[in-house]
């Protein structure tokens, strides 16, 4: 959230003290919107939006405006939620409201803490405030998340279609591979912004029955030099399990599995493995797009249902060692999958313009 948004929402907040001074009865978003010569809905698009859309100059000289006018002696409050005030109450505000706005102001950007000192606002609300403001309006991991559907969009067709994902685990007696198959599924829109969808199916060492594999739901973000995975299993049999990963932007390269290049990202992962003590594991992890066409649904349910599996044994195991270490070796800038080469050269204009 930008440092104007925060220290906006936060005097704007009903956790501020100096509401309980200038406000009568109970206190709400909409007297607060009210003071500050805004709609309630106003408060909603900072949350949102994280852009006030006015000056603060403007909203705090209101504020001080309303102030002024409830401390003069003819001032009635006739079913105004605006409070009548005692000249020394109205003082004391006044120099509120000015000692927030000059650290509003200031170059040096403070501390959202410095900040809540001064309206009387203890940490630990002032902590409940800012994430109250921010979670409420946005997931969970707010840089997943897309005010633009159409730079989302341009994201996701990027990436968008069916991938085999190989994970390497490392245990005391051996080591093997997973091939997982995931989808970079659609554009999902959340609350007033969008998300990239994935689903990845992760295979079991031991089958549960008729099960296979296990179902993660994930989401992903996109920076200028890193893909980053993150999935939750579904708690359907124990409980639930997370798997993330980080890797590069991707990059063509000879496909293990088909003809031809591929768009190829690696990384390392993080996750839990599948043994009672749920021991805590990471590894190489290699995605490879494959030549499916995500419109037929034959073909992603063939693919998505039936190609989990297990590399145990020789010589697949080894087939895999041995794809990695030349994967590693033949990595050069220059192998750069051009759109992605687009993607980060955008971003570096955006952050020089």
Excluded at 18 to 28: F, M, N, P
Excluded at 187 to 206: D, Q, S, T, W, Y
Excluded at 274 to 284: D, H, P, S, Y
Aim: hydrophobic fraction near 35%; proline fraction near 3%; include cysteine.
């Amino acid at each position: 959230m930008s440092h104007e948004a925060r220290m906006m929402l936060l005097f704007a907040s009903a956790g501020n003290p100096l509401w309980k001074d200038l406000i009568s009865g109970d206190i709400t978003e909409n007297k607060i919107a009210d003071y500050l010569g805004i709609v309630r809905m106003t408060l909603t698009n900072w949350k949102k939006t994280e852009s006030l859309g006015r000056k603060p100059a403007e909203l705090f000289g209101t504020v001080k405006d309303h102030i002024r006018e409830a401390a003069k002696p003819a001032y009635v409050q006739r079913g105004s939620s605006r409070a009548g005030l005692s000249n020394e109450t109205a003082e004391r505000a006044l120099a509120k409201v000015d000692e927030f706005h000059g650290l509003f102001r200031s170059s040096r950007y403070p501390h959202i803490y410095e900040a809540a000192n001064v309206l009387g606002i203890g940490v630990k609300d002032c902590q409940q405030i800012i994430d109250h403001s921010h979670y409420t309006q946005l997931p969970l991991f707010p840089r997943m998340y897309y005010l633009s559907r159409s730079e989302c969009e341009k994201h996701f067709k990027l990436y968008a279609g069916l991938y085999h994902v190989w994970v390497k685990r490392y245990r005391a007696a051996a080591t093997f591979w997973f091939r997982c198959p995931m989808e970079v599924r659609y554009v999902l829109k959340m609350k007033a912004g969008h998300v990239i969808r994935c689903k990845l199916n992760f295979p079991m060492i031991e089958r549960r029955g008729n099960l296979r594999y296990w179902e993660y739901d994930g989401f992903i973000a996109i920076t200028d030099i890193n893909i980053f995975w993150m999935f939750e299993r579904r708690p359907e049999l124990i409980s639930s399990d997370y798997f993330q990963f980080i890797t590069d932007l991707g990059f063509n390269y000879s496909s293990k599995e088909e003809l031809g290049e591929t768009l190829t990202m690696t990384g390392r992962y993080l996750t839990t493995d599948q043994n009672a003590a749920r021991t805590i594991t990471n590894g190489e992890v290699i995605i490879q797009k494959l030549d499916a066409d995500r419109t037929d649904e034959a073909q992603v349910g063939k693919i998505m249902h039936g190609d989990a599996a297990v590399f145990d044994r020789s010589p697949e195991r080894e087939e895999l060692d041995r794809f990695l270490r030349e994967l590693e070796q033949s990595k050069e800038p220059s192998d750069e999958n051009g759109s992605v080469s687009e993607l980060r050269a955008g971003r570096r204009r955006a952050r020089q313009g």
